[in-house]
């Protein structure tokens, strides 16, 4: 059932953005969601990890995932100097590889969590495959100050990237020239206002536009909200197929500056 939201002063969503109202105890997970069984990893011990400075979650002889903190930058840019690219040496020197492991996905500067890389060329491949099927899952976790009165949704809002000279580049709502952009939501505690998030497209900013659309910004978000404290945005869960026929699921947790969840 498609629904129009409306919350104490906050403006009515924008036009084309479609939120739709779920039933049941269904979890937040891509429509197209596996049936294969799941096969967890634990983190690489501390001792292991003297030469790269962020804790590893997973690693095997085709990937690496690791816990990205808030703060850092993927890639490089005009603002961003530095970025997670200049310790992959250090990273491919743990592993005991000359080759540097290939990022296969970003995140937000200011986002933490999963953060996946290939260590080879044919892994590279198989997983740039994987993200192109949609078959890479990812949950985010956030903080929100204003939750919708429903407990799970779904957000449907094609968005398009605009820029100005005195505010910067940003993401907004354009049902005309927007690109597909569907999230699906659900809140996990109203008391902390924590609620997930599961993109089924990989849109830039996407969770961080279509929070705005059911309650509030992120808490902390610089750009579409106030950056009263650090961004609440978290790349909780990351679950792809295995050639095994497994699926491997990796969760971070979540910073040591966040509220108890």
């Known amino acids: 059932m498609n629904s129009r939201y409306r919350f104490p002063g906050h403006r009515e969503k924008p036009r084309g953005a479609v939120l739709q109202e779920t039933g049941g105890s269904a979890k937040c997970l891509n429509s197209s969601s596996s049936s294969l069984p799941i ?14 400075p962020f804790p590893l979650l997973h690693a095997d002889s085709e ?18 100097p530095q970025s997670l690219e200049d310790h992959l040496p250090a990273l491919a020197r743990m592993l005991g590889q000359r080759r ?9 500067r200011d ?14 491949k198989r997983l740039a495959h994987i993200i192109e099927q949609r078959q890479l899952h990812k949950t985010y976790w956030a903080l929100l100050d204003q939750l919708p009165e429903t407990n799970e949704g779904v957000i ?9 000279k005195n505010a910067g580049w940003r993401m ?30 990989g849109r830039t900013h996407q969770i961080r536009v279509h929070a705005t659309l059911i309650g509030s910004a992120i808490r ?3 750009i579409y909200g106030v950056a009263t404290e650090p961004m609440r ?9 295995q050639p095994d026929q497994t699926r491997l699921s990796i969760t971070a947790p979540t910073p040591e500056n966040w509220p108890d969840c």
């Open 39 to 52: 096969r967890t990893r634990i983190a690489v011990q501390p001792s292991e990890q003297t030469n790269f």
């Open 111 to 124: 986002t933490s969590g999963c953060l996946l890389l290939a260590r080879t060329s044919p892994a590279t």
């Open 172 to 201: 907004v709502v354009n049902v005309n020239n927007g690109k597909p952009a569907v999230t699906r939501w659900k809140i996990i505690d109203r008391k902390t206002g924590l609620i997930s998030f599961c993109p089924e497209t």
């Open 220 to 222: 902390g978000d610089p």
């Open 156 to 164: 449907t809002a094609p968005l398009a990237k605009i820029s100005s």
């Open 233 to 241: 945005l978290h790349a909780r869960d990351l679950s792809l197929p």
């Open 63 to 80: 990937l690496v995932i690791i816990n990205k903190p808030a703060g850092l930058a993927v890639h490089p840019g005009p603002r961003t």
């Open 100 to 108: 540097l492991p290939t990022l296969m996905h970003r995140l937000d």
